[in-house]
Structure formats: C-alpha cells, structure tokens
C-alpha cells in the first residue's frame, strides 16, 4: 500500500473572514494533526491518494467538518467557523447517583466490553454531558475526550457529537477522533504491535482493505449475499461481480447485504449447513449456526454504492454508509485503529 505523499491545505476563518490562530485541524481515524497559524493557515501532509474527514475545533466556535476524496497531490479546503456559546452546566456538590449510573452505562456502551476495552481509561469524564427522555440515554461534550488506552498504545481525542442509548440496548454515537502513541518502553512497544496485529485481524478495516486487494479469501475471509435480513445464500460471494475499479486509488463496491466470516472453520461449515438445511422448515433456525468461524459479521448498505480506498477508509465514514450487525458492533472505541496503522502479515 505504499503512496506518494499528499498535501492538504487552506485556511481557517471566523467572523467577517478573520483568521483564527491556534485552531486544532485534525483528520478523522488517524496520527494526523496540526494548529493553524497567525495567518489562520494550516498544512497537513497525507499518505496518499484517499478519502479524508477533516474536522477543525477551537473553543468558542462550532465544529465544522468536510470530506474530501484526494486523487490529486494537493488540496485546497478553507473552513469557517461560527462562533458559539460555551454551555454552563449545573455544578454537583457531593456525589452525583445519576450521574455516577450514566458515566457506567456510556463508558460500557462507547468503549465497548473487549479486553482492549477495558484497558482503557477516560481521562476527562466530567465534561460529559447526560440527558435523558423517555428511557433514551443522551450525551455530549464541549471538548476532546482524552482516553488512554493501554492495551494499543494510543492516546485518543474524541470529538464526540452525538450519543444515545436505549434502555433495549440500542445504542449509536458520532464523532471525530484522532490518534497519538503511548511514550513506552521496548517491551510495551513489543506488546502493543502484537495486540494491534490481533485487533487488525477480521476487523472491518482489515476486511475492506482485502476487498480493495481483491484478496479476502487469502486474508481469512468468506462472504455471502444475505437474501433478506436473517438468511444468506450457502455459495460464496465473487466480489469480482460486486466491485468496479475507479482508478489506482478507489474502488466501488455495490452490494444489497453480505454476511461476512472471518477464519472460517470449513469442515465444521460443511456439517454444519447439512444440519441447517434439515432444520429449514423450523421458524427459529438460525442461519447464523451454518457458519463456524472467529467472526460473524452483517453489512447492509445506506448508499447505493460505496467509494473504498486501500488504506480500507470509506467516503462519507462507516457509520454513513453500512448498517452492522453481529461481532463488528462490538468492536467500539476501544478497539479502533488508526487509518495508518499497517500489520507486519495481514494473514490469517
């Protein structure tokens, strides 16, 4: 996946056109980030060829944000930013129940519940903001989330926008993030690599990336066309009829619903769909059975057709383009990779 270097640049402006200085601009999922100078100017240097999430923040203005599919090796992007008013919210004196309860189920629900999960540690929780209607669980915050986690290596920024959660365990959430790595010692260091190789593997990113390569089955994985929302067609999908090549730098993937196995035990598959298919006249079959592998994971698409780079970055973000279902969904904040990261073997 080597590629020649790319500039983003512009300028940053508020009212009337003034320059801001010291304005945070940052590319979503990745090590990328800068201040913009005394003339509001900022330039930052990408991989390559791609598409990029720009997010710019600075107190007192709104977040804005832009997307932008670089084929070129520069970039012009100008941002201007709306000047906003800095929520007061009620100080708690003593301990806070409510909040206490909240802070527990956003923390489950934003990091997730893997090991990587839970070796990561909020350093900012009191600017979380919480609200609640109607059994929903809301939150939001003035300024980066600051998580450490210990299990990758990362200091993460969250810019988080948009948080809810149902009492039926339904839950989304939206925001920018950007990566820095953990000061370590050489055996952190060590360990770290091996955790992200493990974290990389059968993800969604490690996924996409094979589809660009058009290398699933040699990466682990093994696709079905879902022929409705709880059943998948038993043959195995070609992706040479699901994806268009753009250019160098894109591909296209059209597709109504894939059911996507990683690491699949195929003897164990071949039993086990001779069992399924005598069971298919039971209502409560689960096609899911059929499949034995380390991951079990459901795409569907929002769009009719989804713009891929090989760095596995989807134009306009995952959470735009797929609904997901199945192990992916568990895979939250806690075990994201940034969009540079690259695996010493991507086998399985």
């Known amino acids: 996946m080597a590629q020649s270097a790319h500039t983003i640049s512009g300028k940053v402006t508020g009212e009337n056109q003034k320059p801001l200085a010291g304005a945070t601009v940052f590319v979503d999922g990745s090590q990328i980030?800068?201040?913009?100078?005394?003339?509001?100017?900022?330039?930052?240097?990408?991989?390559?060829?791609?598409?990029?999430?720009?997010?710019?923040?600075?107190?007192?203005?709104?977040?804005?944000?832009?997307?932008?599919?670089?084929?070129?090796?520069?970039?012009?992007?100008?941002?201007?930013?709306?000047?906003?008013?800095?929520?007061?919210h009620e100080v708690k004196i003593g301990s806070d129940k409510a909040w206490a309860k909240n802070y527990a189920i956003f923390k489950k629900e934003f990091l997730g519940t893997t090991e990587n999960a839970r070796g990561c540690e909020i350093l900012n929780p009191e600017i979380i903001n919480f609200s609640t209607s109607k059994g929903?669980?809301?939150?939001?915050?003035?300024?980066?989330?600051?998580?450490?986690?210990?299990?990758?290596?990362?200091?993460?920024k969250y810019l988080l926008k948009t948080f809810e959660h149902s009492a039926l365990a339904h839950t989304a959430y939206n925001g920018d993030v950007v990566f820095e790595e953990l000061p370590g010692t050489d055996d952190q260091k060590r360990q770290w690599a091996k955790n992200r190789l493990e974290t990389y593997k059968g993800s969604m990113m490690h996924f996409l990336r094979s589809v660009f390569t058009n290398t699933t089955e040699q990466e682990g994985f093994v696709a079905y066309k879902m022929v409705s929302f709880s059943d998948y067609d038993t043959r195995p999908v070609k992706f040479d009829s699901l994806v268009t090549a753009i250019d160098t730098s894109f591909i296209s993937l059209k597709f109504k619903g894939l059911y996507i196995a990683y690491q699949l035990d195929t003897a164990a598959t071949q039993k086990a769909f001779k069992a399924w298919s005598k069971r298919r006249g039971d209502v409560t079959a689960n096609p899911a059975d059929a499949v034995h592998a380390k991951y079990k994971s459901q795409l569907f698409p929002h769009l009719k057709e989804i713009i891929i780079d090989a760095s596995g970055s989807v134009f306009s973000g995952y959470s735009l383009s797929f609904l997901i279902r199945g192990d992916w969904t568990y895979k939250r904040v806690g075990d994201q990779l940034p969009f540079e990261y690259q695996p010493p073997n991507t086998s399985p």
């Open 33 to 88: 980030a800068t201040a913009t100078n005394s003339q509001g100017k900022y330039e930052i240097t990408v991989p390559g060829a791609g598409s990029y999430h720009l997010s710019v923040k600075m107190l007192g203005y709104g977040i804005t944000d832009k997307d932008v599919m670089l084929k070129n090796q520069t970039a012009n992007l100008d941002f201007t930013l709306a000047v906003t008013s800095i929520k007061l």
């Open 136 to 156: 929903m669980l809301y939150a939001d915050a003035d300024d980066f989330l600051v998580i450490e986690n210990k299990k990758l290596g990362y200091r993460i």
